[in-house]
């Protein structure tokens, strides 16, 4: 059964730092290209970022420079480092996995970052 939680999320202030984590299982963790979007209230979801199995990087426009999209394969764990936050950052954050070539994607539950002073 596969699931993703999220976690991490919370108040910050502006120019502050948080770290996202999503813990995967029941899937094979390596062969899954693992994203981060988020939604704001009233908006649609977006893509933050997203790193494949190769390691290969993507940012948003919005956050490059910024933010920082790892995971660690042993641990079937993706990381977002969130730097210099911005209040605009503010939303749900969702951790995304998807397979290459058989459209198989999970999402996980959400975590809240809130950036504000």
């Known amino acids: 059964q596969a699931q993703l939680v999220e976690s991490g999320g919370d108040l910050a202030q502006p120019g502050g730092s948080l770290r996202l984590s999503c813990a995967a299982s029941?899937?094979?963790?390596?062969?899954?290209?693992m994203g981060w979007y988020r939604q704001a209230p009233g908006k649609q979801r977006e893509l933050v970022a997203h790193?494949?199995?190769?390691?290969?990087?993507e940012y948003a426009d919005s956050v490059k420079g910024r933010f920082i999209i790892s995971r660690d394969n042993p641990k079937n764990t993706v990381y977002l480092q969130m730097n210099s936050l911005k209040p605009e950052d503010t939303a749900v954050y969702y951790c995304n996995a998807k397979l290459a070539y058989s459209s198989s994607e999970f999402w996980g539950q959400g975590t809240q970052v809130t950036v504000a002073s």
């Open positions: 029941g899937i094979i963790f390596n062969i899954f290209k």
């Open positions: 790193i494949t199995p190769g390691l290969i990087k």
